[in-house]
């Protein structure tokens, strides 16, 4: 058990919706990771937030948006969703943004569009 | 493009059998390296990570790596493998851009026969 919680462990919805991922990071950490892990693009960085702020952006769509709050847990918006958005959603947590600090990741959430 | 390449999609290893893994990179500059492990059903989890110094480092449960800058490689290797490491295994890069992201490549399956 890494300490990072997901939150639901699995979604089914179909193409239009949208949903929110729930993460909570580890005790102490102040910063999030979220990650994409489909079959054909791999695992893909999306954005990270550090204490409230946006630190860097990865490959994510405009459909999709993050934000992490003042109790520093995190929530991934997932709209007008499409086929190819079905995937594993890994959280990560770090104690600082900082440049090679370790990342520890949660159990991830699947969300399965139909 | 930048990436992160792991050659080797599906390995299939008997029990005592040694291992490599191979990983290249093609960000330039100073980067740190990692390997992470995913056991079926599980989050993932950091085996070792490299960021200076001595280019063979050690991580958990008998892995190892060597960063060889003039091939832009970080190949995993383990002298003896065991049931119990059958997983899926990934090489992250951290390339230097201030950022703690991780680009991710797309994973070996390990497959260890008893």
């Known amino acids: 058990d890494s300490g990072v919680t997901q939150t639901p462990k699995h979604l089914i919805t179909a193409t239009g919706q949208r949903v929110t991922l729930r993460c909570s990071p580890r005790?102490?950490?102040?910063?999030v990771y979220w990650y994409q892990q489909s079959l054909d693009q791999g695992l893909q960085f999306l954005i990270q937030?550090?204490?409230?702020?946006?630190?860097a952006k990865g490959n994510i769509l405009e459909r999709f948006s993050a934000q992490q709050f003042p109790d520093l847990h995190s929530e991934l918006n997932l709209s007008s969703l499409e086929l190819g958005d079905s995937a594993l959603y890994f959280c990560?947590?770090?104690?600082?943004?900082?440049?090679?600090?370790?990342?520890?990741f949660g159990p991830g959430t699947r969300l399965t569009v139909t | 493009a930048q990436s992160v390449s792991q050659h080797n999609h599906h390995v299939i290893l008997s029990e005592a059998a040694s291992l490599e893994l191979g990983c290249n990179y093609s960000y330039g500059g100073t980067v740190n390296l990692f390997w992470y492990v995913q056991y079926p059903g599980q989050h993932l989890q950091l085996l070792l990570k490299y960021f200076s110094g001595d280019p063979l480092v050690k991580g958990i449960k008998g892995f190892e790596a060597e960063f060889i800058k003039s091939k832009f490689s970080f190949n995993l290797r383990k002298p003896s493998v065991q049931w119990s490491d059958t997983a899926e295994y990934f090489c992250a890069v951290n390339p230097q851009t201030g950022a703690n992201n991780l680009f991710f490549g797309t994973g070996t399956r390990l497959t260890v026969i008893p």
């Open positions: 990560a947590s770090s104690v600082s943004g900082t440049r090679g600090v370790e990342q520890y």
């Open positions: 005790s102490g950490d102040l910063s």
């Open positions: 937030y550090y204490n409230g702020e946006e630190r």
